[in-house]
């Protein structure tokens, strides 16, 4: 198969040109408006639950270009110019573009449905336990599985409640909280509710850079990279595989404060993967095998 289209290799091609600038931007945007006018930009463009209040269908596309610190942006925009250039010179920029997105949807969407059935969904259903029956069973229940997740800095309202209803939390927990201790008890849990809701949020291009990762790999096996972690040179096809067998151990072990999100970057390459084959498929059939 040949896999290169005509016109050159570029070092910088225009897809990848524009990513890096608009990303960019997007982080400085981010950075000013927090600290100058305490906007925070990735909670309104990251990409919140489908059941969030704080959900809008536009993140599925602007969480792609968000991100959390400049190490993130950095490696994500080093990497993304490291492997994508070649993608792009290879498929041409629209195909390149189509690739991208769709990998960074299909990341953000493998992610929520891991986390639903793993997190959210566990948690919803003791808190709902709790309130469709207010007692001490059901919300030692609750806390027994859950630790609430409510920060001083960023969630104040929320905190003060919480600080608020503590005691009688304590009490009702323990069997010997008075009406007023479980309707207190009771509206907490009711906001925390919706609170809890909006907690997830994803940032960044790791979904689509991942996918990179998987059609570099597929497209150029035997290149071999040199990588500042590891002392010898690594074909693309190996180097794959086992980043991917790192992501895939490191989502299952779920480890407390790893706020990773492995299950989209693991997203990210099976959405490409389909993506890839459904393009080497429909070239197949159309007799015409110029790149996937």
């Not at 041409?92 to 059935?117: C, D, M, Q």
């Not at 469709?132 to 409640?161: C, V, W």
């Not at 509206?187 to 991942?210: D, K, M, Q, T, W």
């Amino acid at each position: 198969m040949n896999q290169h289209r005509v016109g050159g290799f570029q070092m910088l091609p225009p897809v990848v040109k524009n990513l890096l600038i608009i990303n960019g931007l997007m982080f400085l945007a981010t950075m000013m408006l927090q600290s100058s006018f305490g906007i925070r930009l990735n909670d309104m463009l990251g990409l919140h639950w489908i059941g969030s209040q704080k959900f809008e269908i536009y993140q599925v596309i602007t969480y792609m270009f968000m991100h959390g610190s400049f190490s993130h942006i950095f490696f994500n925009m080093f990497a993304v110019w490291m492997f994508g250039s070649a993608i792009e010179n290879t498929w041409g920029s629209k195909r390149f573009l189509t690739y991208y997105v769709i990998t960074g949807i299909g990341a953000a969407f493998l992610h929520y449905v891991i986390l639903y059935f793993t997190d959210i969904a566990p948690v919803i259903s003791l808190i709902d336990q709790f309130l469709n029956n207010p007692s001490s069973d059901t919300l030692r229940a609750l806390l027994a599985e859950h630790k609430f997740e409510i920060s001083k800095q960023f969630h104040g309202n929320m905190y003060d409640m919480f600080r608020n209803a503590q005691a009688s939390l304590q009490s009702v927990a323990d069997g010997a909280g008075s009406e007023a201790d479980v309707k207190k008890a009771y509206a907490f849990i009711n906001e925390y509710r919706l609170h809890f809701l909006n907690l997830p949020n994803v940032v960044g291009a790791s979904g689509s850079l991942f996918g990179l990762l998987l059609a570099f790999g597929m497209m150029f096996p035997n290149v071999r990279l040199f990588l500042i972690f590891l002392p010898i040179p690594i074909k693309a096809k190996y180097f794959v595989i086992g980043y991917g067998l790192i992501e895939f151990v490191s989502g299952l072990m779920n480890s407390p404060g790893d706020n990773v999100a492995h299950f989209a970057h693991l997203g990210g390459m099976l959405f490409g993967y389909i993506l890839i084959k459904i393009w080497q498929n429909r070239n197949q059939n159309n007799s015409y095998n110029d790149y996937y």
